[in-house]
């Protein structure tokens, strides 16, 4: 399906914007030195980057309730982060973002995790992360599922954005998915593939294609491949859907009654990845918020991952530009 009317465009955005959804994950923060290149150090046989200019940005987590916030809803963050610089770094970007900060949880000994990045030319030359990669205790678990449970009422969706540093345990992970289907919420899982058994009953799981070859022990070069694992890992972990994003080759979603839709990419240009499963989680669970339905939410989330990859760095992209992405889009499919 590549394909939406106008009649549903106007149903599903005309309820865009209405709601909560809570993130959990690693929350992170990018940093990003900007510079040029013009020698080659005499030390080693690499690149001198001339730094010219400093920024950073929330990453992980931090950068799913940032895009939730940026296409029109409210997103309740929930993670852990250290007490250090970084961390002080990061409440402020909360802060500036106007995103809430009542479910960041310290922990300690804790490092903040951060990513710096070196950019030369437009062009990522080396990325070195600083992070602390232990499990959360037992007790900052429960800390965090009470939390969640006293807001579970109010949102319409969770997305668990797991990046494998330490915040997402299987515990964790047990007792939201339970606490979600009690309440009948839509729960979302951007994966890492060391708790893919945990995801189990989740309603959405968005792995990319290496993720979901690697999981299942095949490595997707072809169609027939991409098949046999998407519909594996769909009865293995009895989810609703499966997302699989296939970079140049768009995304496939593989629905539980049995349906496989392909999406072609909708980017233009690509000219840095960093964050565009981010996007595609946040767009689609902002869509099924509104009452799309999962192809729908699917080229929805398609075209918001569209717009993300031709920026440099974490990008995000607002409900504004989405509108008239797609508006353009129903334009030109229905001449």
């Given amino acids: 399906m590549e394909k939406i009317s106008k009649g549903r465009f106007d149903q599903i955005f ?31 046989p690499v690149p001198v980057v001339e730094i010219v200019k400093e920024t950073t940005k929330l990453g992980g987590a931090a950068n799913v309730a940032l895009n939730v916030k940026s296409l029109g809803d409210e997103p309740i963050l929930v993670g852990v982060i250290g007490e250090d610089a970084n961390s002080e770094k990061v409440i402020s970007a909360l802060e500036q973002a106007q995103i809430g900060k009542e479910g960041i949880f310290i922990d300690n000994p804790r490092m903040t995790t951060v990513k710096t990045r070196i950019i030369a030319h437009n062009q990522q030359v080396v990325r070195a992360d ?32 797991d990046y494998g540093k330490g915040v997402i345990t299987n515990k964790l992970l047990s007792g939201l998915i339970e606490l979600c289907k009690e309440s009948e919420i839509f729960i979302a899982v951007d994966p890492k593939d060391t708790h893919f058994m945990s995801y189990k009953q989740a309603s959405l799981i968005t792995p990319n294609h290496h993720e979901a070859g ?56 690509v000219y840095d990845v960093t964050g565009a499963g981010d996007t595609v989680i946040s767009a689609f669970t902002c869509a099924v918020s509104a009452r799309a339905n999962f192809k729908e939410a699917a080229l929805i989330s398609n075209h918001a991952a569209g717009l993300v990859v031709g920026q440099i760095g974490t990008a995000q992209v607002n409900k504004g530009e989405l509108v008239n992405e797609l508006e353009e889009f129903i334009n030109s499919t229905n001449r």
């Fill in 130 to 161: 600083r992070e602390n990669t232990e499990e959360i205790s037992e007790k900052l678990t429960k800390n965090i599922i009470d939390f969640v449970k006293k807001k579970i009422s109010d949102v319409s969706a969770v997305i668990i954005s």
């Fill in 214 to 269: 690697f999981v299942y022990g095949k490595r997707i070069r072809d169609e027939r491949i991409l098949e046999e694992v998407g519909w594996g890992l769909v009865e293995k972990l009895s989810v609703k859907a499966l997302l699989i994003t296939r970079g140049e080759k768009g995304m496939s979603l593989f629905e539980s009654g049995g349906e496989l839709t392909h999406f072609p990419t909708r980017a233009k240009k």
């Fill in 14 to 44: 005309s309820a865009w914007g209405e709601h909560r959804i809570l993130v959990l994950g690693d929350v992170m923060l990018d940093e990003y030195l900007w510079g040029n290149v013009s020698r080659i150090s005499p030390e080693a």
